[in-house]
C-alpha cells in the first residue's frame, strides 16, 4: 500500500504531463470526422470537426463479420488490451481480450475507441476548439451516452463494417452496448452488457453530483479553465475518485482487504494523516487517478451516465424499446455490486423477456462489488466465453 | 427451491443411486417427443441445459430457459442455450401472453412455492404447457406413509422431510384436479411411466395410473 506522502511526485508530474499529450496528440490510431460529417449530439448542437482516437486488436475477416466493438467505462480508455502511454499498465481488459481469451483475437476483430468526450484522444473538453485554438472547456456541449454510440457508429463505418457481430461492455460500458441495441437494432448480432442499467439510480447520480461539486470546489478548476491558466484542480478531483471508488468496491472486500488495519504505524496517530491503511488507500487511488484524468472530462463523463434512461425515450416502456430486436442478448452482474445492483441488471432481462428477445442471464457470485467486471472472475469468464462462442457459431464463424 | 446445483431436485440422487439420473433421460426423451419441430419452447429449471439442448439438436427449437443456480446457468450459457437466472415463482410474469408453443416444467411443479398460480402461468405464456411431477398416489409411496408411518424417500424423492426442496407433492389425480377443474385446462396427453421406466397403456384407468405411475407427464392446453 503506497501511502500518499510517498507517491513519487515526479513520476507523477511526468505521468500528467503524458495524459495531456494523449489529449492532444493520441499515439493511437485517429479517426477524423470533417465539417461535412458533423456529429449531430443530443444537445442539438452538430459538433465538427470531431475526432476518435481507437485501437484494434485481431484481423477483420474477408466478409468482415467477424467485428466486436469493446466499449470503456466512465474512466476507462481505448487501451483495452495494449499498454496504456499514459500509466505503461497493461490495457484494462487484457485479461479477456487476447488471442486464445474469451474474447480471441485469433478469431475476432476487436475495435475499442476513447468515448466522446473522453481525455484520451477523442474530442472532449481538453481538446482544442478550432474556432478559438482554445481547449473546450465547459463550452463542449453536453454528451450523452446516445452521443457516444452515435460516434462510435461513424467509426464502425469508416471502418467499412455494416454489422458488428458482438457489443460487449461494463458500467457505462454496458450503458453504450444497451443503447447500441436499441439505437441500431439491424447492426448488432449480439450484446454483452455487463454489470449496467438501462438508467441511472438516483443513488448513482448522487454520487456523481458529489464528485461533481469536489471538482467545481476546488479553486484550480477556474470555473473550468484551469487548462489556459496552466492549473489543475488535482485535489478536488481526487477526491471526487476517492468518493466513487467506494461505490466500485464492497463493504465485506474493503473488511477483507483493510479491514481497521493501520498504516504504517502501531498505534493511532492522534492527528488527521492516514491513520488507516483503507485511508491510505483511497488517497493513493485519489492521487493516481489526476494523473491520468482531466477533470472536466470527469463532469461529462458523469453527466451522460446521469441522462442515461432508455425507457424515457420509448414512452417509460424498457420492452418497447427492444420490441422486435434480433440480436442475442447475455447480461452479466456481480452480486456484491452495489451502484449496478443485479436487479438493475434483471430489470432490462425482463424487458427483453416481454419483448421476446433472445436473453441469457447470469449473476456471477463474488465479494468484489462493481469493479469484479475488471478481474479475473473464472466463472465470468466462462460465461463470455461461452455466449460469444455459441454467438459466433449462430453466426458462422469459423474456428 | 425450484433446483439445485446437482439439477431437478427429485432427481439428485443424495445417496448415489443410479435410478434417478436414468429417470432424467427418460423424463426427458418423452418429453422431447411430445414437442414438434421448429417451436418456441421455454424450459422452466432447466438444469444444465439438457432438455434444451436435446430439442433443439432433435426438434430444432428456439429454446429459452430459466434456472436458479449459477453453475446451472453458466454450462447453459456455455452451451450456447438462452438462459436467465430467475424462478418459476417470480419470473414467469414479465413475459408476454402466448410466448411460446410449449411451456416446460420437468419435475419442478412439486419444489414451487404457488404450484396453482405458476401453472396458471403456464398456461397463459404457452399455447400449451408440458408438466412432469413425481407422483406422491405411487404404491411405495402410500407403502411407506401407510404401513411403515414414515414420509417416504425413495431413489425418486431422495431427501428426508427436513432438508427436501419438494414442498408441494401432489398425486395424479390431485394434478387432474387442478388442472381441468381448477384451471378450466384440458388434458391432452397424459403419459404415466412405471418404477422400471416404461410408458403404462393409455388404456389403463386412473385408479392404476395413480397408483403404479412413478412419474407422470401432461400436456395441457387452455
Known amino acids: 500500500m503506497t501511502s500518499p506522502t510517498t507517491v513519487d511526485t515526479a513520476n507523477a508530474a511526468a505521468t500528467s504531463a503524458a495524459g495531456n499529450r494523449e489529449a492532444l496528440e493520441p499515439s493511437s490510431p485517429v479517426a477524423v470526422f470533417g465539417h461535412d460529417e458533423p456529429l449531430h449530439l443530443d444537445a442539438g448542437i452538430d459538433l465538427a470537426p470531431f475526432q476518435l482516437a481507437y485501437n484494434t486488436y485481431g484481423a477483420l475477416n474477408a466478409d468482415r463479420s467477424n467485428a466486436i466493438l469493446v466499449c470503456h467505462a466512465l474512466t476507462g480508455d481505448h487501451y483495452a488490451a495494449s499498454q496504456s502511454p499514459v500509466t505503461g499498465k497493461p490495457g484494462w481488459w487484457s485479461s479477456i481480450i487476447g488471442p486464445g481469451k474469451p474474447i480471441d483475437t485469433d478469431r475476432y476483430f476487436v475495435i475499442c475507441s476513447n468515448v466522446i468526450g473522453g481525455c484520451l484522444g477523442s474530442t472532449g473538453p481538453a481538446s482544442i476548439n478550432a474556432e478559438t485554438g482554445e481547449p473546450y472547456g465547459l463550452s463542449l456541449p453536453v454528451i450523452t451516452i446516445r452521443d457516444m454510440v452515435r460516434a462510435q457508429k461513424m467509426l464502425v463505418e469508416r471502418l467499412g463494417i455494416d454489422t458488428l457481430f458482438a457489443v460487449i461492455g461494463g458500467s457505462m460500458g454496458g450503458m453504450q452496448v444497451l443503447q447500441w441495441t436499441v439505437s441500431y437494432p439491424d447492426k448488432v448480432f449480439a450484446a454483452l452488457p455487463i454489470a449496467t442499467g438501462a438508467r441511472h439510480s438516483a443513488q448513482n447520480i448522487a454520487f456523481h453530483e458529489v464528485g461533481r461539486q469536489a471538482v467545481m470546489a476546488d479553486p484550480d478548476w477556474a470555473a473550468g479553465r484551469y487548462l489556459l491558466q496552466g492549473k489543475r484542480p488535482v485535489k478536488g478531483l481526487a477526491v471526487a475518485r476517492m468518493t466513487a471508488h467506494v461505490t466500485y468496491l464492497s463493504e465485506l472486500a474493503l473488511q477483507r482487504k483493510f479491514g481497521r488495519n493501520l498504516q504504517d504505524r502501531e498505534a493511532f496517530g492522534f492527528g488527521f494523516d492516514a491513520d488507516f491503511q483503507i485511508e491510505s488507500y483511497l488517497r493513493h487511488q485519489g492521487m493516481t487517478f489526476v494523473d491520468r484524468f482531466d477533470a472536466n472530462s470527469y463532469l461529462y463523463m458523469t453527466r451522460a451516465m446521469d441522462y442515461f434512461d432508455i425507457a424515457a425515450d420509448y414512452g417509460g416502456s424498457l420492452a418497447r424499446a427492444f420490441q422486435g430486436s434480433q440480436t442475442r442478448f447475455c447480461l452479466v452482474s456481480f452480486s456484491s455490486d452495489w451502484l449496478f445492483p443485479t436487479d438493475e441488471n434483471r430489470a432490462v432481462v425482463h424487458a427483453l423477456n416481454a419483448a421476446a428477445a433472445s436473453v441469457s442471464f447470469v449473476e456471477i457470485e463474488t465479494d468484489r462489488g462493481h469493479d469484479a467486471f475488471l478481474l479475473d472472475e473464472p466463472h465470468f469468464f466462462d460465461a463470455i466465453d461461452g455466449f460469444v462462442s455459441s454467438a459466433a457459431r449462430a453466426r458462422g464463424l469459423s474456428r | ?222
Open chain 2, 1 to 222: 427451491m425450484m433446483s439445485s446445483v446437482e439439477g431437478r431436485p427429485v432427481a439428485s440422487g443424495a445417496n448415489g443411486e443410479l435410478a434417478a439420473p436414468a429417470a432424467i433421460r427418460l423424463d426427458l426423451a418423452v418429453i422431447a417427443e411430445l414437442v414438434t419441430a421448429k417451436s418456441r419452447v421455454l424450459d422452466i429449471g432447466c438444469g444444465d441445459g439438457a432438455l434444451l439442448a436435446l430439442l433443439e439438436a432433435r426438434r430444432q427449437v428456439d429454446g429459452r430457459g430459466i434456472e436458479l443456480s449459477q453453475t446451472g446457468v453458466n454450462e447453459c450459457v456455455a452451451r450456447g442455450l438462452s438462459v436467465i437466472q430467475g424462478d418459476a415463482d417470480s419470473d414467469l410474469v414479465h413475459y408476454q401472453d402466448d410466448a411460446f408453443d410449449y411451456v416446460i416444467l420437468s419435475q419442478t411443479i412439486q419444489a414451487t412455492r404457488n404450484p396453482k398460480v405458476v401453472l396458471s402461468e403456464l398456461l397463459r405464456i404457452g399455447q400449451r404447457a408440458i408438466v412432469s411431477f413425481p407422483n406422491f398416489g405411487h404404491w411405495s409411496i402410500r407403502y411407506a406413509l401407510g404401513f411403515r408411518g414414515r414420509m417416504p424417500v425413495t431413489a425418486n424423492l431422495a431427501h428426508a422431510w427436513y432438508e427436501t426442496p419438494n414442498i408441494h407433492f401432489c398425486t395424479i389425480r390431485d394434478f387432474v384436479e387442478l388442472a381441468e377443474n381448477e384451471l378450466g385446462a384440458t388434458v391432452e396427453t397424459a403419459i404415466a411411466i412405471n418404477a422400471t421406466g416404461q410408458k403404462m397403456g393409455m388404456k389403463m384407468p386412473w385408479w392404476f395410473w395413480n397408483l403404479f405411475g412413478q412419474q407422470a407427464v401432461f400436456v395441457l392446453k387452455r
